[in-house]
């Protein structure tokens, strides 16, 4: 059986309105303006990088950041026009790059017209289903004649009733005609532990029928990745918890705590063995993974580790040249900048990161243990881990050094005598496993070595 397209995938993460420098609201009035094609200028950036899909944030038409959608069925206005999209997946695609969506399904903005129709005609309108808990016996925190609820207690995103055989109607229409007029490859679903099971079930077998490899991955924060990555429902959700032992593991200079994890999820009694995760140093909700490290340095072995572990890594667009950013209480625009790719390869905190983590996915894509190979911990210390990942036919051996001086590693593998190892990542630098050992002199300080068996 030929593996899914994600099993070989690099992906890159781009928030499109605010990459592409968009108002940071709506007027629903202007004429569209082609803010999209900045990224044609960034296809070539990404192919250095190794990347091979396109993760593009919201891209519909919304009254602010994206997630509070208006019309599932064209282009926001501020980053251009339907035929600006297709045009750009076209590109894409003939790059060698996939593209998934932001699918955000949960709740939708105020200016959604059937919410307007609802504000306008009240117990009249016909949309008074459409959406979760309306109450025409209390009023809403905003001043609506009628009660009805909010994501999470956010009364600008109004949670659809996904129940409602025409709210799944209304949205897989949207889908269909994403699938068919844009030709995209997957999506990823918003808030994806908020939605109903029944309603991702019905959304997985739709888009299936349409497309066979059509690839859904979905936000999990906490909880269970199984509950919602299963055969019926979801093929990946994000990785938080790896994400969270990626940098705190090198900040408290503890590898113990991603080890365990890596071991939880993925060892030979691991609870998502199954799932190709998708992985992640940073995104648009959370800070810049460099604002989160104590040394810069460390994005080094982060990197490596992140290209190296089971499952699909993600880079967040800029995190590449360790540019930083925090969120606070109230605003993720500090997380969503446009940049400028010229003065980013002229001036960056990290000049030399790119291409360290262009050098990672390479190693990666063309190494198949690292691409699926089952994963075993090998050695764990305060600021040193390895483990090995291998297949039927190929082993590697991962080793990262957090440590501000060289280290040796001796660690023991399941090897004979005598196997020969080589250094994908130092060229030139080889090994041989001796009395079941295996003997390293020299790990350099916030960097690694990649081993593979040569036969």
């Not at 993460?13 to 202007?30: M, Q, T």
């Not at 705590?257 to 995104?283: C, K, M, V």
């Not at 190979?373 to 990942?389: D, I, K, N, P």
């Not at 040796?408 to 130092?426: A, E, F, H, Q």
Request: charged content about 25%.
């Amino acid at each position: 059986m030929k593996s899914h397209w994600t099993k070989d995938s690099i992906f890159y993460h781009i928030y499109p309105l605010g990459f592409c420098d968009a108002p940071k609201r709506n007027d629903f009035a202007s004429a569209p303006v082609p803010r999209l094609e900045k990224i044609h200028e960034w296809i070539g950036h990404m192919r250095e990088l190794q990347v091979n899909a396109l993760y593009l944030g919201p891209v519909f038409e919304s009254t602010a950041h994206g997630y509070d959608t208006a019309d599932y069925f064209r282009v926001d206005r501020r980053l251009g026009t339907n035929e600006g999209l297709v045009h750009l997946i076209k590109e894409l695609h003939r790059n060698g790059i996939k593209v998934i969506l932001d699918g955000v399904f949960n709740h939708i903005g105020r200016d959604f017209p059937p919410f307007r129709d609802l504000q306008k005609n009240g117990e009249g309108s016909v949309y008074r289903n459409w959406f979760q808990g309306v109450d025409f016996n209390v009023r809403s925190p905003l001043g609506d004649p009628f009660g009805y609820e909010g994501w999470s207690g956010n009364y600008d995103l109004v949670k659809l009733n996904l129940n409602s055989a025409e709210v799944k109607e209304h949205l897989f229409h949207a889908v269909r005609g994403w699938i068919q007029e844009f030709e995209i490859d997957g999506l990823r679903l918003d808030v994806a532990d908020s939605l109903e099971p029944q309603f991702i079930r019905e959304l997985s077998a739709f888009c299936k029928s349409l497309r066979p490899d059509f690839w859904l991955m979905g936000e999990v924060v906490h909880g269970d990745y199984n509950k919602w990555a299963n055969p019926a429902m979801l093929d990946s959700v994000t990785n938080y918890e790896c994400y969270k032992g990626l940098y705190s593991s090198l900040v408290d200079k503890n590898y113990f705590e991603i080890a365990h994890s890596l071991q939880r999820q993925f060892g030979p009694e691991g609870i998502y063995r199954t799932i190709n995760l998708y992985n992640f140093a940073d995104n648009h909700d959370v800070d810049r993974v460099a604002s989160s490290l104590t040394n810069p340095r460390h994005l080094y072995p982060l990197y490596l580790l992140l290209f190296t572990m089971p499952g699909i890594p993600s880079i967040y667009y800029g995190s590449e040249w360790g540019l930083v950013g925090t969120r606070t209480e109230k605003d993720d625009h500090a997380l969503r900048p446009s940049l400028d790719l010229n003065q980013l390869r002229s001036a960056s905190p990290q000049p030399d990161l790119p291409s360290a983590i262009a050098r990672f996915g390479r190693v990666c894509l063309n190494t198949p243990a690292l691409r699926t190979g089952e994963y075993t911990e090998l050695f764990v210390a305060a600021e040193q881990f390895a483990f090995s990942r291998h297949t039927e036919d190929d082993m590697a051996v991962v080793m990262v050094n957090a440590a501000s001086t060289n280290v040796s590693l001796d660690i023991p593998v399941r090897l004979p005598n005598n196997t020969r190892l080589v250094d994908l990542l130092n060229p030139g630098d080889e090994f041989h496993v001796e009395n079941n050992r295996l003997s390293v002199a020299k790990v350099w300080p916030c960097w690694g070595r990649i081993l593979q068996i040569k036969k």
